[in-house]
Structures are given as C-alpha cells and as structure tokens.
C-alpha cells in the first residue's frame, strides 16, 4: 500500500518561508515524477510544481516561479517544496502526488497516489 504523508505547512506571515516535505513508503519514488498540487477553498486543485524521477528537471507554475523551489532524496524516499516570499493568495492545502511515469506531467490524472494535504495560510 502506497502512502505519502506531507508536514511541514502552518501558518506564516506574507514574505515569510515555509517547506513542504512529503514522505513515501510503499513505493521507491526514484522510479516515478512527483508534483505539489494546491487547492485554495472554493477553487479547484491547482498544479505547482513538478520534479522528474532523477531531480534533474523541474517544472513550476507562473506564479510561483523564482520563489517556490521543489526538490527530492531519493536516498530518503522524499520531495520536498521550499516555499520563500509567501503571498496571501499562497494560501491553500498542498498535496504531493507520484505521477504513473517517470517524466514531468501538470496533468491530475497523471498522478495515482496522493498525500492528505497539508494546510499552508499565509497572513497579510
């Protein structure tokens, strides 16, 4: 059985920096791309970040580009998301997901296996 558990999210004034961590059992992730997706209430689950099998390649949506930075230990089984210069609009559930491939995808239905969240508020 395939969990992924993330902590790492609270509560944190604007400008200031979070990370996201996302560990797996059940699975070797070095086989599979991980991605951090977001929903913010009332809207639906956004893509933010992708990092292929090896953490060569990354993929991140416009708006956090040059402040979120997504990264993996595959020695640890883990992925992680380094949140910096956090916005009020920042403010959502974060989940971790293992995508069916190796390669990067945005896609949900890309991804099979999902963590439970992990809330992240951003204050003005």
């Known amino acids: 059985q395939v969990q992924l558990v993330e902590s790492g999210g609270g509560l944190v004034q604007a400008g200031g920096s979070l990370r996201l961590s996302c560990a797996a059992s059940?699975?070797?992730?070095?086989?599979?791309?991980m991605g951090w997706f977001r929903q913010a209430p009332g809207k639906e689950r956004e893509f933010v970040a992708a990092?292929?099998?090896?953490?060569?390649?990354?993929s991140y949506t416009d708006s956090v580009k040059g402040r979120f930075t997504i990264s993996r230990d595959n020695a640890k089984n883990t992925v992680y998301l380094q949140m910096n210069s956090l916005q009020p609009a920042d403010t959502a559930v974060y989940y971790c997901?293992?995508?069916?491939?190796?390669?990067?995808?945005?896609?949900?239905?890309?991804?099979?296996?999902w963590g439970q969240g992990a809330q992240v508020t951003v204050s003005s």
């Open positions: 059940g699975r070797i992730l070095s086989n599979y791309a």
């Open positions: 990092i292929n099998w090896s953490g060569v390649i990354t």
């Open positions: 997901a293992t995508a069916r491939m190796s390669f990067i995808t945005h896609l949900t239905t890309n991804y099979d296996y």
